[in-house]
């Protein structure tokens, strides 16, 4: 045997699209989204710094997304999942109260702590008998004035 009839050839484009095809043809949509809920809840509990080791992964904004997400496709895939979909649920809850945690600990924005600038401050209520600020700067229209 020559050494180029030992060695497999590589598939060619069509024989690789007509493999893929007909893995495709094989796969439900039921069974991505199921495997997308999972996917999305493994993510939820790395990003709520629940897994052990992955406290430092602790990422609220991504915790909250994967948690619409499994709210958004559970209702898809309930009648699919039949018992487990307990389980998924309990799951989201308890994604829901990590998340909950990472908000009550999380600082106040930058925003709050500080005094808001002078020009942003609203200035102080007119004395008694005083025109008020719109008055006395000409913008308000005042009949008989």
């Known amino acids: 045997m020559s050494e180029q009839e030992q060695q497999p050839r590589e598939p060619t484009e069509d024989e690789l699209r007509a493999a ?3 893995q495709l043809k094989q796969i439900k949509v039921d069974d991505v989204l199921i495997q997308t809920v999972l996917s999305l809840i493994n993510l939820g509990s790395l990003r709520a710094g629940v897994v052990p080791g992955s406290e430092g992964e ?3 904004q991504q915790l909250r997304q994967a948690i619409e997400g499994v709210r958004a496709l559970l209702p898809l895939v309930e009648p699919s999942l039949g018992p487990d ?4 649920r309990d799951a989201v809850s308890r994604l829901q109260m990590e998340y909950a945690r990472l908000a009550s600990e999380a600082p106040p924005p930058a925003a709050a702590e500080q ?5 942003e401050q609203e200035p102080p209520p007119p004395k008694p008998g005083e025109p008020g600020p719109a008055q006395s700067s000409g ?3 005042v009949p008989g004035r």
């Not at 005094?115 to 020009?119: Q, S, W």
């Open 58 to 60: 602790a990422d609220q």
């Open 115 to 119: 005094p808001a600038p002078e020009a």
């Open 139 to 141: 913008r308000l229209w």
């Open 20 to 22: 893929y095809e007909q």
């Open 85 to 88: 979909a307990r389980q998924i």
